[in-house]
T-cell receptor, first 112, second 113 residues
Framework: SAVISQKPSRDICQRGTSLTIQCQVD?????MFWYRQQPGQSLTLIAT?????????ESGFVIDKFPISRPNLTFSTLTVSNLSPEDSSIYLC?????????FGQGTRLTVV | EDQVTQSPEALRLQEGESSSLNCSYT??????LFWYRQDPGKGPEFLFT???AGEEKEKERLKATLTKKESFLHITAPKPEDSATYLC??????????????FGRGTSLIVHP
């Protein structure tokens, strides 16, 4: 199993600013995943973060808006840049094990 | 492309009124089907993994079943504390496809006392 610590748990940010979300895993993992969950919607994969290489972004998500760092096998950050109210969502990091996906506690972002 | 469709989108039950949530899926080489519970503003909490058709798993008032095309989450005599969104996801890749889980939109369950 894996335990993921994600922070902050919530934040309220001004338009045009950025928020960086951190995820720490208690074991080494090759890939970490970042999801967005908009109000009333399911989880949408933003990108896959690989250690030692650039992240792989899903259609509709770009590096300039969602830069990701993966400095080692237990840590990753997601930055949401140039915030607008449409970015208000829950952001989740995740790792996939043999039998299931593990999630962080989520970051609830509100942009005002 | 893997797909997951959950129904109904929302379900309101009286306490003690049993019901089922549906998860229909298409996947390239099923490695596992997952059920999660998600409370508002929090990350998904793992409930079950099912691997093959005919498999069943139970936890308290919840029972998950799996066929080749769908899974059901049966809730027996629900209580208000069972109110949450229930997410279904599939992980493919057993036949070379993607192993990244694909999630459904969820079923929002409200249980009234």
């Amino acid at each position: 199993s894996a335990v993921i610590s994600q922070k902050p748990s919530r934040d309220i940010c001004q338009r045009g600013t950025s928020l960086t979300i951190q995820c720490q895993v208690d074991s080494q993992v090759t890939m970490m995943f970042w999801y967005r969950q908009q109000p009333g919607q399911s989880l949408t994969l933003i990108a896959t973060a690989n250690q030692g290489s650039e992240a792989t972004y899903e259609s509709g998500f770009v590096i300039d808006k969602f830069p990701i760092s993966r400095p080692n096998l237990t840590f990753s950050t997601l930055t949401v840049s140039n915030l607008s109210p449409e970015d208000s969502s829950i952001y989740l990091c995740s790792v996939v094990g043999e039998v299931r996906a593990f999630f962080g506690q989520g970051t609830r972002l509100t942009v005002v | 492309e893997d797909q997951v469709t959950q129904s109904p989108e929302a379900l309101r039950l009286q306490e003690g009124e049993s019901s089922s949530l549906n998860c229909s899926y298409t996947v390239s080489g099923l490695r596992g089907l997952f059920w999660y519970r998600q409370d508002p503003g929090k990350g998904p909490e793992f409930l079950f993994t099912l691997y093959s058709a005919g498999e069943e798993k139970e936890k308290e008032r919840l029972k998950a079943t799996l066929t080749k095309k769908e899974s059901f989450l049966h809730i027996t005599a629900p209580k208000p504390e069972d109110s949450a969104t229930y997410l279904c996801a599939v992980q493919g890749g057993a036949s070379g496809g993607s192993y990244i889980p694909t999630f459904g939109r969820g079923t929002s369950l409200i249980v009234h006392p």
